[in-house]
């Protein structure tokens, strides 16, 4: 009840850990700090009474709070409160009734703002200060707005820096890891001019944003399919004692590139793929293929030491036996590594004691994907 009450009032959802808070505060009373005594120094030495701007506070929270917001950035933070000056005291001069004087002051600066792509909302009471305050010397532009803006932007830069935030924040669309994910700068910058609306933050963070909610969005609907939801359970098999033109015939008719060898418990030692026929015949797609082959299953392995197995010319003589197996009770997430990364196309599943039970392969793993999605 409380949480929609305040909802009501527009109440920020976001949370933020403990560490990040005493950084954000820690970083803004350092910066003033360090921006306030060199001001107060540099005000001595040029006899000037006004030696800080009322608005450094929020330009303050900007910087070290949200330093990838556009707004912080620092040509938004010098131009807009250099610009906002600038209008302030010209609108002192111009305007003549003091009621007009600060409005106008304020909505030309945020004009002027966003024509010269530097808004920064404290630059708007900069305007405002300027103009109620009937400032007329353009020196104040130069001290304290433009002296006090630089050096908070220095002391942002250093402290941001070490402490492990990026700044500036430079709006740069980093490359996708999945190349079939690919969110383009016009495609948001499309979505934006729909929206119609300032948006605090940069083309680079909403692009990582969306590609990590549509990933947990993935993995949300992926959390509950079991590796034994998708494998094909009746998975052909051989033995270690297979005879090779058995097993090349098995693989030919049935139309499939890889099978596992497992022994009399089914458990899995090993897997022969086409592949593993072609490297061992030499095959030379030069000569004559089905020659070779014929040649390679009658004759067997001649000249290459059979350790692997007692039963001559058999499969246990080819077989890859380094063999990425997965237990039918594991998440289909852990698929993707083993997919994508790892560059494996079937993928044995085995139960609790270890035996063959079924096959995956990129294509189930996609199907399943496929159908989550639907739902």
């Known amino acids: 009840m409380q949480r929609s009450y305040f909802s009501f009032f527009g109440q920020d959802p976001t949370t933020v850990s403990l560490p990040e808070r005493l950084r954000s505060a820690g970083g803004a009373f350092l910066g003033l700090l360090f921006t306030m005594a060199v001001g107060r120094y540099l005000g001595e030495l040029v006899g000037s009474s006004t030696w800080v701007m009322a608005s450094l506070g929020a330009s303050a929270l900007l910087?070290?709070?949200?330093?990838?917001?556009?707004?912080?950035?620092?040509?938004?933070?010098?131009?807009?409160?250099?610009?906002?000056?600038?209008?302030?005291?010209?609108?002192?001069?111009?305007?003549?009734?003091?009621?007009?004087?600060?409005?106008?002051?304020?909505?030309?600066?945020?004009?002027?703002?966003?024509?010269?792509?530097?808004l920064h909302p404290p630059a708007a009471a900069v305007a405002m200060i300027?103009?109620?305050?009937?400032?007329?010397?353009?020196?104040?532009?130069?001290?304290?707005?433009?002296?006090?803006?630089?050096?908070?932007?220095?002391t942002g830069i250093a402290y941001n820096n070490l402490t492990g935030k990026r700044y500036p924040h430079l709006s740069v669309l980093n490359k996708p890891k999945d190349e079939n994910l690919v969110i383009r700068e016009s495609d948001i910058d499309t979505v934006l001019s729909r929206y119609n609306q300032v948006i605090d933050i940069n083309r680079s963070d909403l692009a990582s944003l969306i590609e990590q909610v549509e990933?947990?969005?993935?993995?949300?609907?992926?959390?509950?399919?079991?590796?034994?939801?998708i494998m094909?359970?009746?998975?052909?098999?051989?033995?270690?004692?297979?005879?090779?033109?058995?097993?090349?015939?098995?693989?030919?008719?049935?139309?499939?590139?890889?099978?596992?060898?497992?022994?009399r418990g089914r458990r899995v030692v090993g897997m022969v793929t086409v592949e593993d026929f072609l490297k061992h015949a030499n095959i030379d797609f030069h000569q004559n293929f089905g020659q070779r082959m014929r040649g390679f299953l009658r004759h067997g392995l001649k000249g290459i030491e059979k350790t692997l197995t007692a039963y001559p010319d058999a499969v246990g003589q080819i077989m890859s036996k380094k063999v990425r197996v997965i237990s039918d009770s594991r998440n289909v997430l852990d698929l993707v590594e083993v997919f994508h990364s790892q560059g494996h196309h079937h993928l044995p599943v085995i139960d609790r004691h270890q035996a063959l039970v079924g096959i995956i392969t990129q294509s189930d793993f996609v199907a399943a994907i496929e159908r989550s999605l639907r739902k």
């Open 232 to 263: 094909t359970a009746a998975v052909l098999s051989l033995e270690v004692s297979t005879p090779l033109e058995a097993a090349w015939k098995t693989l030919r008719a049935n139309h499939i590139k890889a099978m596992p060898v497992i022994d």
């Open 215 to 229: 990933m947990r969005a993935y993995e949300y609907k992926l959390e509950g399919i079991k590796c034994s939801d």
């Open 63 to 118: 910087v070290y709070v949200l330093p990838s917001s556009p707004m912080a950035q620092p040509w938004a933070v010098i131009g807009g409160n250099v610009i906002s000056a600038v209008i302030g005291i010209s609108c002192v001069y111009w305007v003549k009734h003091p009621i007009f004087i600060a409005p106008v002051a304020v909505g030309l600066s945020i004009l002027c703002m966003f024509l010269l792509r530097c």
């Open 130 to 154: 300027t103009a109620l305050g009937s400032v007329t010397s353009f020196q104040y532009v130069l001290f304290p707005v433009l002296t006090e803006s630089v050096l908070l932007i220095m």
